[in-house]
DNA sequence: AGGTACTTATAGAGT
DNA sequence: ATAAGTACCT
């Protein structure tokens, strides 16, 4: 009777798996790569593996699931607990950087790193290297942020630490090349303040994670035995850092196996390594190939279509993917006149489709190269009503408020992040003004203190000709604000703490005076944020209620923060998100499959981009990225393009994507001709711009096609001498137009102004003198509020100032 | 110190 | 086109 049961039980996991899928899942003891095509079944085959494992008596708590999204990571564990049940709880599985950042966390100290150690984000490291580059003296112009950071990246995901760069003389030449000889000094400074401040960018949870299982082999050894079977998805994707970890972790037992497809590693400007995929066998000789070759998502004429894209890269894998679905409809192309004729075209033709084929409006996706080409589309929807959501990459955290919110609680878990301090000391506005930040950073790199030390000490001392007395009291109460909230860390729940710092910060008061839609807002999303808080605690209290985790496993604040880190949108949806067209990058669309397809801005310079081209490499994973679009269609795919966009402000001629000719012609269909092998000629004017075959440039062309009005280059340049009631409508976007809103309010508010409420320490006629203009003469005081305004009338050709008595530092003769 | 007006870089994908 | 950064003004 049980062997009958226990029978039943292996078959259901094992049941409705092809042959392939099936050796792939019960072979779980040897090395694996499981090459899974696009609509294989990859996420199956990984999951029953999984749940397989366990039913044959692996223990949960040996297996490591590395996934690249945590929406990945969601889906699986979802699918591994419908089969086995509440056991999936104790896999260790998410994201390689929450996974890593675990570890880290339970090592911390082995490191050199606080336990509770701040992950910054990509504008933390930003300002970071300005900072190191202004203490440096150097060129801002020749160092910019954004260049050195993509380089630290990109060493850091090589495993090259500061010393190993500077050691190399390769480095060095590559960087006196690029006219960044101080790049390793700034390299090393850059790593040595993110140590002090107790912080670790996104790539030091792969870095760092290497560098303990490295120097630490007692805690290799535990992982080892700890992680008997090791698993990774996406592995296509990976970079050195993450090869280098999942070999360390895995030398002991060898039971490694990675699922991935060479045809969809479309990573590369993150540093992964398509050959970590390709060269698999000779790093785990032992191992064995699993091919996932039909594809169960789309069409035939899809498959089709996409392999005959795919098989103009040279380097890749052999597998022949097949679909046994239905044939299906040909690839339609469209060809419009502009990007935003190109929307018109796409949100037309699928309006007709939905209606036709009563399909929910979230099997439709518009894919793009790049997040910018969104906004033609969403203003074709919202004109016809079409519900859509649109996915950006880290938006939540890009918000302005909800920085500043994280700021505050960065600071009270890791008083050393400097970075969060400086974002916050002043904000909102206390009247700690950038000198005292400049005169508190000074004192802290003069001791080697964070700022938040060295304002104890600044407050603790007497004060001295540079710091005022007025600006210890507001710097001390500042202190006093952060020391009151962090004791509310501890007193309260999860989200009571969220609303303490968000009223007693004064961040919430400050977006609710300015009464403003952007405001509004604000105001939303950092209730949004709090909402996500008491999600988070109630998440845990159901696992201890369920018994999955201890009594004294109550939810951190430390825990919300990295989750909320790590986050990026896709896994910040709620329900009310269902039935919607989705607009994203392809970029972001691996992984999702949708009925129609929509893939835009097939042009050369754009799909292929511009910089992808350069290199033939490059150009390879373009294509890669247009065979992942495709392979994204169930039923049916559709391509646009226009023949002039508007790029950097202005309208310029765009050409079909080369891609577009490398579809075999069979699954293709176009109302016109698809220049197939010949790149059009280019032409150019006596200015440099770039003209069609009659000669005239983008501009010319689209005003004689539509008569267009240029709304930003007026034939008239006059301005008029009053504003147009029609041109003054409220701009919503316009942040300017919310600050005059704001400040209008505030005169009406504040009425009238009680006259020299303060008593003025100069005379008319009195001589003075100004640091920059010299000696004068004052020849006029204005009482205002709580100030004085004195013109000042000063010789050396300055003439007369208007300056205020607060602030011009002007001595007496 | 804080606000406004002008200048500049930006647009390649995201954990 | 637009956000962010800088210089200047009150």
Known sequence: MLVLLWRMMESQILQGLNPAQRDAVVNYDSPSLIVAGAGSGKTRVLTSRIAYMIEQGVAPHNILALTFTNKAAEQMRTRIEAMIGPRSRYLRMGTFHSVFARILRENAERIGFPESFTIYEPTDVKNLLKTVVKELNLDEDKYKPNLLASRISYAKNCLVTPGAYIANPSYGAEDRQKQIPEFGNIY????ARCKQNGAMDFDDLLLQTNILLKDCPDVLAKYQELFQYVLVDEYQDTNFAQYVIIRRLSQLHSRVCVVGDDAQSIYSFRGAKIENILSFKRDYPAAKVFKLEQNYRSTQTIVEAANSVIKHNSRQMEKKCFSEGAKGAPVRLFRA??????AELVVNDMRDKVRQNGTDWNEVAILYRTNNQSKAFEDALRRRGIPYRIYKGNSFYDHKEVKDMLGYIRLIINPRDDEAFKRIVNY????IGDTTVQRIEAIARQRGVSMWEAVDTLVAEPVTDTVTRAIVRKVAEFVELIRSLSLARTDKGLYEFGEEVATRSGILAAYRVENTPEAQSAVDNIEELLNTMQLFNEQREAEIRNGEREESEVATIEEWLQSVMLMTD??????QEQHKVTLMT???AKGLEYEFVYIVGLEENLFPSQRAMETPDGLEEERRLFYVALTRAKCEAMLSYAEMRFKWGNMEFSQQSRFLSEIDEAYIEADFEIKRNSRPMQSFNESGNRVNSEGRTAVEELRKRFDYRFKNKPQEPAKPSRPNPAIVEPVRTSTDGMRRLGISRKVEE????PKAAVPCSYAVGERV????????????IEALATDHKLIVEFGGGYGEKTLLAKFAKLTKL
Not at 188 to 191: D, L, S, T, V
Not at 428 to 431: N, Q, V
Request: net charge negative.
């Open 188 to 191: 090393n400074i850059y790593c």
């Open 337 to 342: 006149y502009t990007d935003r004729e190109e």
């Open 428 to 431: 909102p506005a206390r009247g």
């Open 570 to 575: 896709m896994d910040n949806e709620d329900e």
């Open 586 to 588: 392809v970029h972001s």
């Open 750 to 753: 504040g009425a009238t102004p």
């Open 769 to 780: 003198e100004h640091p920059k203009f010299g000696a004068g003469v004052i020849r006029h």
